[in-house]
């Protein structure tokens, strides 16, 4: 049962960059791709090359970058027909109203606009940008409601300050937003008949208005895991303690900050859902009391009395019915068996293990290496990942679990 199903993406990804101010930022965009495990080539037109060398897409998307339609050696290795027909998707980012124009007239005069119109059978996303006025221009309108018709898909630009110098719409859209879209487009759509209730990072237990009892959760497992649940289809209700992470796209997030506040929303969001993944590091203790006003210092030592917060999971563990409950333990000393301990104490289906006196992972860091326990004593233990790709593989679980005979399934609603 514990097999991990690996859900990675491992796919060819087109990068189309056009000649506008915010060609700079297709960097950004490529190397967040790639760092999403995508295979990434760069397609640029000759404008683009006047905003950013293709050395430098080339070094951050580790393949040549294409700008020629024909060349000699290009064409000879590879030939951009065959580019687009091993792709799974091609971005236009930015996409300049020229650009926009061209495709919508069915002109392919140059390497991108020729790969655009061979791109039939792959989802082309255009991410415009450009001054507000040629975004508002009825010309660049009428372009835009044109390749929508014929389904092209669109990342619609943000309203800002220009880089032209105007203000309103035509910003690029935010970087992360783009590739967490196409990341998103990419995934396979698995968890659709799921509702996931993920918590994230810590809570705070106040002891006076402005001090507080909280641990080092950053919150970025439990994004990473809503993130990715998002992507494979399942509606998702983030409930996060307080953390600096980017809230994940098609996600409800619900803010709390004391383990009390996470437990109401916790309860309240529960009928609804069909697994919970709890990966907030609850605390276990909060202030017995708290002081209205701030605490004065004193010559003599302080003392705090303390007493322990509710326990979530295990009162998820009493009312779970069909659910699938999954947990995390953060152990420092005996791992499996203290986590084993709080499987089988809280009435959870799976409980993944991390061990958080080691510095480079657990809390805080980009990666994590965990076991995953189940309830048969099964372990499955996985090699060092980053917190993203853990994500999708403690959410193959939930198939797995799924597929167990006797196991009943909940709808969402
Ligand atoms: O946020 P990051 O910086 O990315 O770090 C990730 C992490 C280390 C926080 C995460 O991987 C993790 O281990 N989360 C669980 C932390 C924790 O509280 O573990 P625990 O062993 O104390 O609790 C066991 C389980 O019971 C957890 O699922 C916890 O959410 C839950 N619990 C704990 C206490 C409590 N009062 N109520 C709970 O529901």
Same mark, same amino acid.
């Given at each position: ?14 990068v189309g960059v056009t000649g506008g101010?915010?060609a700079?930022?297709a960097a950004?965009i490529v ?11 760069v397609v640029m037109t000759?404008?683009a090359q006047?905003f950013i060398?293709p050395?430098?897409l080339?070094? $951050?998307?580790?393949?040549?970058v294409? %700008? ?6 290009? !064409? ?5 027909? *065959? ?7 091609? $971005?236009i980012a930015p996409a ?16 991108l ?42 990342? !619609?630009? @943000? ?33 659709? !008949? ?41 509606? /998702? ?5 307080? %953390? ?6 098609? /996600? ?22 069909? %697994?919970? /993944? ?36 295990? @009162?998820?563990?009493?009312?779970? !019915? ?9 152990? %420092? ?16 289906? $799976? ?8 510095? @480079? ?19 499955? @233990? ?20 799924? *597929? ?10």
């Amino acid at each position: 049962m514990m097999e991990p199903n690996v859900t990675e993406i491992p796919a060819t990804v087109l990068v189309g960059v056009t000649g506008g101010i915010a060609a700079y930022k297709a960097a950004e965009i490529v190397r967040s791709l790639v760092k999403e495990g995508l295979d990434v080539h760069v397609v640029m037109t000759r404008n683009a090359q006047e905003f950013i060398t293709p050395l430098t897409l080339q070094v $951050l998307s580790g393949n040549p970058v294409w %700008t020629e339609t024909f060349h000699l050696t290009q !064409e000879q290795k590879i030939g951009h027909i *065959s580019l687009v027909d091993r792709s799974s998707l091609l $971005l236009i980012a930015p996409a300049t109203a020229n650009v926009l124009g061209k495709v919508a007239a069915g002109v392919a005069d140059d390497l991108l606009t020729t790969m655009v119109c061979a791109a039939t059978r792959i989802p082309v996303i255009f991410a415009p940008s450009m001054n507000v006025n040629m975004y508002q221009n009825p010309i660049t309108q009428e372009n835009i409601e044109r390749l929508k018709r014929f389904g092209y898909l669109f990342i !619609e630009p @943000e309203e800002g300050e220009l880089a032209c110098g105007y203000e309103g719409v035509g910003r690029l859209a935010d970087p992360g937003d783009i590739v967490e879209q196409v990341v998103g487009r990419l995934a396979p759509k698995d968890l659709t !008949e799921e509702h996931i209730l993920v918590t994230a990072g810590p809570t705070e237990e106040a002891i006076d208005p402005v001090r507080f009892l909280t641990n080092p959760s950053s919150g970025k497992m439990g994004y990473a895991i809503a993130r990715a649940a998002a992507q494979r289809g399942a509606k /998702v209700t983030l409930i996060s303690g307080p %953390t600096s992470c980017a809230p994940p796209l098609d /996600v409800e997030l619900v803010r709390v900050r004391s383990a009390e506040e996470m437990r109401k929303a916790v309860m309240k969001a529960f009928p609804a859902s069909t %697994t919970v /993944v709890m990966a907030a590091a609850v605390s276990d203790f909060a202030p017995a009391s708290r002081a209205k006003q701030k605490v004065k210092k004193q010559d003599a030592s302080l003392t705090l009395k303390l007493k322990t917060t509710p326990d979530i999971l295990l @009162e998820l563990g009493q009312k779970k !019915e069909d659910r699938l409950l999954i947990g995390f333990a953060a152990e %420092t000393q005996s791992l499996v068996k203290n986590a084993r301990a709080k499987l089988e104490k809280k009435n959870l289906d $799976l409980i993944v293990a991390n061990d958080v006196s080691r510095k @480079e992972i657990g809390f805080q860091s980009d990666s994590n290496q965990v076991k995953i326990i189940g309830k048969d004593g099964s372990i499955s @233990e996985l090699p060092l990942l980053p917190k993203r790709v853990l994500a999708h593989r403690v959410l193959d679980q939930i198939g797995i679990l799924r *597929s167990n005979p006797g196991k009943g399934r909940r709808r969402k609603t």
